[in-house]
Nanobody, 124 residues
Framework: QVQLVESGGGLVQAGGSLRLSCAAS????????MGWFRQAPGKEREFVAR????????YYANSMKGRFTISRDNAKNTVYLQMNSLKPEDTALYYC?????????????????WGQGTQVTVSS
């Protein structure tokens, strides 16, 4: 089992930045992939970015490239999502997730473990 706890959300003005954190506990394997998703009210859960726990290989949704950066600190068992140039349409509940494979997965159904989410609100 993997437990995930997100933090770092909040209210920010358009153009601002936030850094989300996801603390992982329990077992993680070298093949584990960590991902960030988001869900706005009335919309489906949307892939944001992923990173390989051991190899650090990243992959982003096209709309996030250049603004969002995913990273990890293996010593702290923590994954981060640095979000810059935030827009009102980035407002959503942001989730951290994990699955036991190195395969790049953007489908939320492929992820086995989820955090409770952290709210990000961007005002115009």
């Amino acid at each position: 089992q993997v437990q995930l706890v997100e933090s770092g959300g909040g209210l920010v003005q358009a153009g601002g930045s936030l850094r989300l954190s996801c603390a992982a506990s329990g077992r993680t394997f070298s093949s584990t992939t960590m991902g960030w998703f988001r869900q706005a009210p009335g919309k489906e859960r949307e892939f944001v970015a992923r990173i390989g726990w051991s190899d650090g290989i990243t992959y982003y949704a096209n709309s996030m490239k250049g603004r969002f950066t995913i990273s990890r600190d293996n010593a702290k068992n923590t994954v981060y999502l640095q979000m810059n140039s935030l827009k009102p349409e980035d407002t959503a509940l942001y989730y951290c997730a994990a699955h036991d494979s190195r395969v790049v997965q953007t489908n939320p159904g492929a992820y086995d473990y989820w955090g409770q989410g952290t709210q990000v609100t961007v005002s115009s």
